[in-house]
Each structure stands twice: as structure tokens, then as C-alpha cells.
């Protein structure tokens, strides 16, 4: 059984930043896809970022030239750099591997 954990939300202020790590419970190798989705109070989960295992990364148009996503050198832990926040950014953030393993999510809050 595939275990992600996220850790790192929390509460920051606008302009603010955070990053977000997801421990896999075996290598992101393992996975053609890793990636993270967030889903805000009321709306549909979305796609935030993605990273293969070829090394390629996508972004959401929203988060293009703020949020950055990355591998540990282990390549059991993915993180989600996330800079300039904004209060449209805040949501629970989910961890995803493959398309079909999910974490529990962490709370990101940006507000002043």
C-alpha cells in the first residue's frame, strides 16, 4: 500500500512563502507522475503542479512563476516551493502519485 504524507501548511501572510513536502512511502521513481492539486472551500479540486519521472515539470497558469516543484535526493519526498502567496491560494493541498494515490492533505492559510 502506497502511504504520502504532506506536512509544511500553515499560516502566512500575503507576499509570504511555504513549502510543502509529501514523503512517499517508496521512491517517486516508482511513479510516471508525481504532483500536487489543492482544492479551496467550494470549489473542484485542481492540479497545481506536476513532476515525471523523465525529469518535466507542468504548472497551472495560476501559480506560473510562484510555486516551484522539486524532488529530494533520496526521491522519496517531492516539495511544492510556493513564493509570492496569495489569499487566492489558500486551499488544502494534496499530495498525488500516479493519478490514483492521494495524501491527506495540508492547510494552507494566506491571510493578514
Known amino acids: 500500500q502506497v502511504q504520502l504524507v504532506e506536512s509544511g501548511g500553515g499560516l502566512v501572510q500575503p507576499g509570504g512563502s511555504l513549502r510543502l513536502s509529501c514523503a512517499a512511502s517508496i521512491s517517486s521513481f516508482s511513479f510516471n507522475v508525481m504532483g500536487w492539486y489543492r482544492q479551496a472551500p467550494g470549489k473542484e479540486r485542481e492540479l497545481v503542479a506536476t513532476?515525471?519521472?523523465?525529469?518535466?515539470?507542468n504548472y497551472a497558469d495560476s501559480v506560473k512563476g510562484r510555486f516551484t516543484i522539486s524532488r529530494s535526493g533520496g526521491k522519496n519526498t517531492v516539495y511544492l516551493q510556493m513564493n509570492s502567496l496569495k489569499p487566492e491560494d489558500t486551499a488544502v493541498y494534496y499530495c498525488?502519485?500516479?493519478?490514483?494515490?492521494w495524501g491527506q492533505g495540508t492547510q494552507v492559510t494566506v491571510s493578514s
Open positions: 513532476f515525471t519521472s523523465g525529469g518535466s515539470t
Open positions: 498525488n502519485a500516479a493519478g490514483h494515490f
